[in-house]
T-cell receptor, first 119, second 114 residues
């Protein structure tokens, strides 16, 4: 079974530039998450999709971050313009469980992440 | 605001000892609890999950849950240098149509000394 694919693996940009990350979840997984992990901290949810709809984007800085999951499969996360504090690892994860479904043993499948450095 | 707290460490234990990692959470409605291991520069990987009060054992790992105290722990017996990593506690709330997010703690860095 193929895992969650993310690209690029690393990205270095200057502040005020834009950047985009791509994620292809495991086939058939309805739910897709984007997490931001700053060095030394736990992952923080940015946005959760169920198929191609947004379930939760309450912690997404919408003035500069945007995300989409067209056709309910792969997803892109964009930052425009980037700030120094956006330097982090951006993790994509997927799950076969949909919101509202009781699944106490749900497992998140993580991609390898994109490490972003904003200079 | 749902919060998950952990001691950041580093927690240092000698090889062969028991490592004890602790986690507290603020949302009493939380339903399930997960421990992820994250090696430096790698993505988190699931070690164990627990959703009933008491202990759950899997090999050298034991997860303990006390919902009344809003406390979950992970014990690692016979610790090995390969266990050196950051351990993330993640808590998941009750199902709803508005999402069922995993809230992660900051992680505890474990160092097992040979």
């Amino acid at each position: 079974e193929a895992g969650v694919a993310q690209s690029p693996r690393y990205k270095i940009i200057e502040k005020r530039q834009s950047v985009a990350f791509w994620c292809n979840p495991i086939s058939g997984h309805a739910t897709l998450y984007w997490y931001q992990q700053i060095l030394g901290q736990g992952p923080k949810l940015l946005i959760q999709f169920q198929n191609n709809g947004v379930v939760d984007d309450s912690q997404l800085p919408k003035d500069r971050f945007s995300a989409e999951r067209l056709k309910g499969v792969d997803s892109t996360l964009k930052i425009q313009p980037a700030k120094l504090e956006d330097s982090a690892v951006y993790l994509c994860a997927s799950s076969p469980i949909v919101p509202g479904q009781l699944a106490t043993n749900e497992k998140l499948f993580f991609g390898s992440g994109t490490q972003l450095s904003v200079l | 605001q749902k919060e998950v707290e952990q001691n950041s460490g580093p927690l240092s234990v000698p090889e062969g000892a028991i490592a004890s990692l602790n986690c507290t959470y603020s949302d009493r409605g939380s339903q399930s609890f997960f421990w992820y291991r994250q090696y430096s520069g790698k993505s988190p990987e699931l070690i164990m999950f627990i959703y009933s009060n008491g202990d759950k054992e899997d090999g050298r790992f034991t997860a303990q849950l006390n919902k009344a105290s809003q406390y979950v722990s992970l014990l690692i017996r016979d610790s090995q240098p390969s266990d050196s990593a950051t351990y993330l506690c993640a808590v998941k709330g009750r199902p709803s149509n508005y999402g069922q997010n995993f809230v992660f703690g900051p992680g505890t860095r474990l160092s097992v000394l040979p």
